[in-house]
Nanobody
Framework: QVQLVESGGGLVQAGGSLRLSCTAS????????MGWYRQAPGKQRELVAS???????NYVDSVKGRFTISRDNAKNTVYLQMNSLKPEDTAVYYC?????????WGQGTQVTVSS
């Protein structure tokens, strides 16, 4: 059974950095896109960043230039380097991995940015 294990969230001051990691345990057939979503209280979940198997990335406008998504295909791991964090980045962050048959979600990790 596949599980996505996230780590790296926490409390940080505005302007600080955090690095999120998400590793899939178990085998996922034909992984394509890996991504990070976030959900703030009272708001809908939104796509933060995604990366395809061959490397092209996509970012929501609010994080461009501050966040970097990367992946290690051999380890079935996706990372999100978050720099220059702002209070509005506060949310629960979820990783998502899309396989041939279905997509998988992590349990979520809290990121809190204090002003």
């Amino acid at each position: 059974q596949v599980q996505l294990v996230e780590s790296g969230g926490g409390l940080v001051q505005a302007g600080g950095s955090l690095r999120l990691s998400c590793t899939a345990s178990g085998s996922i057939f034909s992984i394509t896109t890996m991504g990070w979503y976030r959900q703030a209280p009272g708001k809908q979940r939104e796509l933060v960043a995604s990366i395809t198997t061959s490397g092209p990335t996509n970012y929501v406008d609010s994080v461009k230039g501050r966040f970097t998504i990367s992946r290690d295909n051999a380890k079935n791991t996706v990372y999100l380097q978050m720099n220059s964090l702002k209070p509005e980045d506060t949310a629960v962050y979820y990783c998502n991995i899309v396989g041939y048959w279905r997509s998988y979600w992590g349990q979520g990790t809290q990121v809190t940015v204090s002003s």
